[in-house]
């Protein structure tokens, strides 16, 4: 018996291999003899860098960068030297996760340092780059990004702009002459978890904003400025990609992916599961065991349990979801292929007191699903089932 085992990172909790590790753990004391491949997923957010080097074998290697408030860190980033790819995680650079929650300040935080890790793969000779957008403390539209690369924003009065999104409000001249000209040859796949546009009530600075330290008056700051910043890049470039699927993610960064980058936006979790050959292992498995921190409605946008659910339906491989919170509309997610989903608590519980227990919940509830699984198996006559 075969089952593949293809958890998300667990917020705050465990990353995705670890999650991996732990319901296998469980599977193992119900299942001795069974075949479990452990494939940790990541659909674009915090912790899809891990999941794309545990695929793919790429070196892991890290560069000096700005973080979202401007302050020398390090970050994290892939080289695969045979196919001269870079794997590049914004949350590395300029993720929510690095901040504390009296840190976060959608107004002023930059993307400065996801545009020196993509240098940083360019001066290692990248010629193709897979970009992951999600978990991050930004808003400024890419604006810093584009900065670290070479452009230009400058004020009415010749003036650069300061960090963050806000300041995009006053930005009178956007110039892409000294843009890295070895951008022009680099093939960029951006990986989006969120199908949201750039501007108005589902965009960036309205969905995302308020996790980021925005209150409402900002919210409208926000919006009103990347809406000018849009403005002046469709001036510039001669096309306006502001209502794309995908451009208001990690507030704004699909947008300037598009715009400046000539990225292809694709759902975070296709294109991990692409590099991770997720379809041949779904060849003969009995069953798929995924799960992410929380199941909701919003998941159908692009959440790693729906993506691994859609492709396990078309092999015919019944799919479980351990979550470690099953919110609002998770029943929509039965249209999608999962096949039963369960939230991690054994009892009432705070989250400070989930948290930390969170590997040995999966393992608990990976064993009980692999009891049922087996009985089931039995009760059916399946003389594989062991």
């Not at 064993?367 to 198996?377: K, T």
Request: charged share 25%; net charge negative; with cysteine.
């Amino acid at each position: 018996m075969r089952i593949l085992i293809a958890p998300d990172s667990y917020k705050d909790a465990l990353p995705a291999r670890e999650a991996a590790a732990a319901i296998a753990g469980g599977l193992r004391r119900a299942l001795p003899e069974a075949e479990l491949i452990e494939c940790p997923m990541g659909d674009g957010g915090e912790g899809t860098l891990d999941a794309l080097l545990a695929a793919t074998g790429a070196e892991r290697r890290t560069a000096d960068v700005h973080d979202a408030l401007g302050r020398q860190a390090t970050a994290a980033w892939g080289w695969h030297v045979e196919t001269r790819t870079a794997y590049v995680e914004l949350a590395e650079a300029s993720g929510l996760q690095a901040l504390t929650t009296e840190q976060r300040t959608a107004l002023h935080s930059t993307t400065r340092g996801v545009g020196e890790l993509i240098l940083a793969a360019l001066d290692a000779g990248a010629e193709r780059l897979l970009l992951t957008l999600g978990g991050s403390a930004t808003n400024d539209g890419g604006a810093g990004m584009l900065e670290a690369l070479g452009a230009r924003l400058r004020d009415a009065e010749g003036c650069a702009l300061p960090a963050g999104g806000a300041a995009l409000a006053a930005l009178q001249r956007l110039d892409l002459s000294e843009l890295d000209p070895r951008l022009a040859r680099l093939q960029v796949e951006a990986a989006v978890d969120v199908d949201n546009p750039l501007l108005g009530p589902r965009g960036a600075s309205a969905v995302f904003g308020p996790q980021k330290g925005a209150s409402e008056a900002d919210v409208e700051r926000l919006d009103a400025a990347l809406a000018h910043f849009a403005d002046c890049a469709a001036d510039v470039l001669g096309e306006d990609h502001r209502d794309l699927p995908g451009a208001g993610a990690a507030g704004g960064m699909g947008f300037a992916a598009r715009a400046f980058l000539n990225a292809e936006l694709r759902p975070g979790i296709e294109l991990v599961m692409q590099q991770a050959n997720f379809e041949q292992h779904l060849h003969d498995a009995a069953l798929v065991i995924t799960g992410e921190g929380q199941l909701d409605g919003q998941s159908l946008s692009g959440k790693t349990p729906i993506g691994i659910s859609r492709a396990a339906r078309r092999h015919g491989v019944p799919v479980i979801v351990l979550a470690g919170r099953l919110g609002d509309g998770w029943q929509a997610a039965y249209d999608e292929g999962v096949t039963a989903a369960f939230a991690l608590a054994d009892r009432l519980m705070t989250l400070d007191e989930a948290l930390p227990r969170c590997a040995e919940l999966l393992g608990d509830r990976a064993e009980g699903i692999a009891r049922l699984f087996l009985a089931a198996r039995r009760s059916s006559g399946d003389s594989s089932a062991n």
